[in-house]
């Protein structure tokens, strides 16, 4: 079966609403990881999902919505997915998540790569949902290692605290998506690197 | 003295070439570092200025020539002041250069905002620009510590120091732009923290 542009496309499949947004987002996802957000077009997407343009613009109206939509769905599903137990004390919480994280980014690589490609965008409304992604891990760090603060032998002030959490966000983000390109590093020797430099910052005073 | 668009303009003065081309500049970089790309006008700067539009077409042909050449002298700028004395120890060479570069953050405020405008640019060429001057960074860090690889007991893989810098650079680049916008944290307090994380990630490990 082709399509009018004359590819060969996968026979229409009858679908659910909700499965076949799911089917865009997720070639989207693909689309979005691989190409700069300008040089996607929303025609391709048509194509590969088999579908005429007119369906896809009933489900995301411009290609800007689309993309707003993977965004959010892929921060929603990294959000769900790497929020560890809370019964867990600090260090093993921190530990499992930054697990969880690293394992979402391996396994959802497209995905990652795409939600993280909104942090460049200049729609503030793309960004900022993007950035709220990025608070609500922050603020889930922030608020494990403040409830251990004693224990730390914490010596700063809480907007030090604020500065080291998002600084160590940024490490893990550029490590993650560095390492995605270039797997030859284990992903027990990325989680021991970040973990090394998140206590190093926020951690106990080796030496003083 | 009023523009044609009615707006006190300062009376033109006669500059040299090289003088009009770095006001511009400087023009550019307090309106790229205040502004996203797409909210700065070309016109504003040439308001600005007090010049004609023709002039500064002259000098910078595009808005995007323009930018790129903001960012291009922002970037040169910092790698020049921030290159630390190569006779010095690696601790204190280390020290010194991030004693620099948050004395250059903290100097040149609109200068350090507009370069790193520049990583979310949608544009490859100017976020070669960036990057050219954030690799140039790694390089010089990168070489600092390999140098010093067997003091340190450093105990990873040339391809793992690399993730290490790499992160520990977007650290310090998110701590910065941080702290210029709350500067209620000391430049002590952030060099500390800066020097922590790098430490931790890369210098000897503490406890094991």
């Given at each position: 079966?082709?399509?009018k542009?004359?590819?060969v496309?996968?026979?229409?499949?009858?679908?659910?609403?909700?499965?076949?947004?799911?089917?865009l987002?997720?070639?989207?996802?693909?689309?979005?990881?691989?190409?700069?957000?300008d040089?996607?077009w929303?025609?391709?997407?048509a194509?590969?999902?088999?579908?005429?343009?007119?369906?896809?613009?009933?489900?995301?109206?411009t290609?800007?919505?689309?993309?707003?939509?993977?965004?959010?769905?892929?921060?929603?599903r990294?959000?769900?997915?790497?929020?560890?137990?809370?019964?867990?004390?600090?260090?093993?919480?921190?530990?499992?998540?930054?697990?969880?994280y690293?394992?979402f980014?391996e396994?959802?690589?497209?995905?990652?790569r795409?939600?993280?490609?909104?942090?460049a965008?200049?729609?503030?409304?793309?960004?900022?949902?993007?950035?709220?992604?990025?608070?609500?891990?922050?603020?889930?760090?922030l608020?494990?290692?403040?409830?251990?603060?004693?224990?730390?032998?914490?010596?700063?002030?809480?907007?030090?605290?604020?500065?080291?959490?998002?600084?160590?966000?940024?490490?893990?983000?550029?490590?993650?998506?560095e390492?995605?390109?270039?797997?030859?590093?284990t992903?027990?020797?990325?989680?021991e690197?970040?973990a090394?430099?998140?206590?190093?910052a926020?951690?106990?005073?080796?030496?003083?």
């Amino acid at each position: 079966m082709s399509n009018k542009a004359g590819e060969v496309a996968e026979p229409r499949r009858r679908m659910s609403t909700d499965q076949r947004r799911e089917q865009l987002l997720a070639i989207g996802a693909v689309l979005f990881a691989e190409q700069a957000y300008d040089d996607v077009w929303i025609e391709q997407v048509a194509e590969l999902a088999g579908v005429s343009r007119g369906l896809l613009y009933h489900y995301f109206p411009t290609k800007r919505d689309f993309f707003a939509a993977v965004v959010r769905v892929e921060r929603d599903r990294m959000l769900q997915l790497t929020n560890p137990d809370p019964a867990l004390p600090t260090y093993d919480r921190a530990a499992a998540a930054l697990d969880a994280y690293l394992g979402f980014a391996e396994s959802h690589a497209h995905g990652f790569r795409a939600f993280h490609r909104a942090a460049a965008s200049g729609d503030p409304e793309i960004r900022q949902i993007y950035e709220e992604g990025i608070a609500a891990h922050q603020h889930r760090i922030l608020e494990a290692f403040e409830a251990e603060a004693t224990a730390l032998e914490w010596p700063w002030s809480p907007e030090i605290a604020r500065l080291a959490v998002h600084g160590w966000m940024a490490f893990v983000v550029t490590v993650c998506l560095e390492w995605l390109d270039n797997p030859g590093v284990t992903r027990d020797e990325v989680r021991e690197l970040c973990a090394r430099a998140l206590f190093g910052a926020v951690g106990q005073d080796p030496e003083r």
